[in-house]
């Protein structure tokens, strides 16, 4: 199964989780609270997205860091939120389709310092927060194979060294292997003393294992899938369930396994 690679790609799977994003927020209770982020209502969530959008349009299209956008909509009634975001997520989607990939731009984690950092970038970020908006309706997301393995190698790839440089050191004392079932992906960790795990495509013997869907990975990683029975984890500083999702496998060290995922490993 083939990641999505092309710039126009995300540019698109933007644009279509965006929508479904909108459409969902026209018929959600807008006062619930969301589990993987306590602090916020999904009113909240809403908002925060919509401004994401925004400030990521406004760095596309200056090519330069800019300061947080802090919009909201002209009512809290869902139509009206939805209505909001709707033009937020399509001001973005127009930058993004009129920029060049290859131009220099500015990104908050210093690699690929081109425009195409940003729709992977947004489509990702997208997909997660419709995640959450979809746990507070008590709804499953389907997240597409493919693009969660991408998701992970985002995180691997991307947030890992940004929460190291943050003072988030991943709890990390043995290699670590995680392999995706369902597209056939494997990335093997490896602890650093001095930095951040380094990361090889390759499996390693006698490395601890994490095996099981694409998805459920994904949403381990970001802190969106709980053990069975339990609540969803939610912000970096809360410690990750000492077991994993129905869906997931740890084989070995499962102590190790475990503080590594209770790790502050994305914002």
Same mark, same amino acid.
């Given at each position: 199964? #083939?990641? $999505?690679?092309?710039?126009?790609?995300?540019?698109?799977?933007?644009?279509? !989780?965006?929508?479904?994003?909108?459409?969902?927020?026209? #018929?959600? +209770?807008?006062?619930?609270?969301? $589990?993987?982020? $306590?602090?916020?209502?999904?009113? +909240?969530?809403? !908002?925060?997205? &919509?401004? !994401?959008?925004?400030?990521?349009?406004?760095?596309?299209? =200056? &090519?330069?860091?800019?300061?947080?956008?802090? *919009?909201?909509?002209?009512?809290?009634?869902? @139509?009206?939120?939805?209505?909001?975001?709707?033009?937020?997520?399509? *001001?973005?989607?127009? !930058?993004?389709? /009129?920029? %060049?990939?290859?131009?220099?731009?500015?990104?908050?984690? &210093?690699?690929?310092?081109?425009?195409?950092?940003?729709?992977?970038?947004?489509?990702?970020?997208?997909?997660?927060?419709?995640?959450?908006? %979809?746990?507070?309706?008590?709804?499953?997301?389907?997240?597409?194979?493919?693009?969660?393995? %991408?998701?992970?190698?985002?995180?691997?790839?991307?947030?890992?060294?940004?929460?190291?440089? @943050? &003072?988030?050191?991943? *709890?990390?004392?043995?290699?670590? =292997?995680?392999?995706?079932? +369902?597209? *056939?992906?494997?990335?093997?960790?490896?602890?650093?003393?001095?930095?951040?795990?380094?990361? /090889?495509?390759?499996?390693?013997?006698?490395? %601890?294992?994490?095996?099981?869907?694409?998805?459920?990975?994904?949403?381990?990683?970001?802190?969106?899938?709980?053990?069975?029975? #339990?609540?969803?984890?939610?912000?970096?500083?809360?410690?990750?369930?000492?077991?994993?999702?129905?869906?997931?496998?740890?084989?070995?060290?499962? +102590? @190790?396994?475990?503080?590594?995922? /209770? #790790? /502050?490993?994305?914002?």
């Amino acid at each position: 199964m #083939s990641l $999505p690679t092309r710039t126009s790609d995300f540019v698109e799977e933007h644009a279509a !989780v965006a929508e479904r994003f909108a459409i969902a927020v026209a #018929s959600c +209770d807008l006062s619930v609270p969301v $589990p993987a982020c $306590p602090r916020w209502s999904t009113y +909240d969530l809403v !908002v925060h997205l &919509g401004n !994401v959008h925004a400030w990521a349009a406004t760095i596309v299209e =200056t &090519g330069s860091r800019a300061a947080e956008q802090n *919009d909201a909509p002209s009512s809290r009634r869902p @139509r009206v939120v939805a209505e909001w975001y709707a033009g937020k997520a399509e *001001d973005l989607h127009e !930058v993004l389709r /009129a920029a %060049d990939p290859a131009r220099p731009c500015w990104n908050f984690a &210093g690699v690929d310092l081109t425009t195409r950092f940003w729709p992977r970038r947004q489509t990702h970020e997208t997909w997660m927060h419709l995640v959450d908006l %979809d746990q507070a309706a008590r709804r499953t997301t389907e997240l597409p194979p493919a693009l969660s393995t %991408d998701g992970i190698a985002e995180v691997l790839e991307v947030f890992l060294p940004r929460m190291h440089a @943050r &003072g988030y050191a991943a *709890d990390l004392t043995a290699p670590l =292997t995680i392999r995706t079932l +369902d597209t *056939d992906h494997v990335w093997t960790l490896q602890p650093r003393a001095d930095g951040p795990p380094l990361i /090889a495509v390759r499996t390693e013997p006698g490395a %601890d294992l994490v095996e099981g869907a694409a998805a459920d990975i994904w949403q381990l990683l970001w802190k969106r899938a709980a053990a069975p029975g #339990s609540p969803v984890v939610g912000t970096q500083r809360r410690a990750a369930p000492p077991l994993p999702p129905a869906a997931v496998t740890y084989v070995g060290n499962t +102590d @190790r396994i475990a503080a590594f995922f /209770a #790790s /502050a490993l994305t914002p």
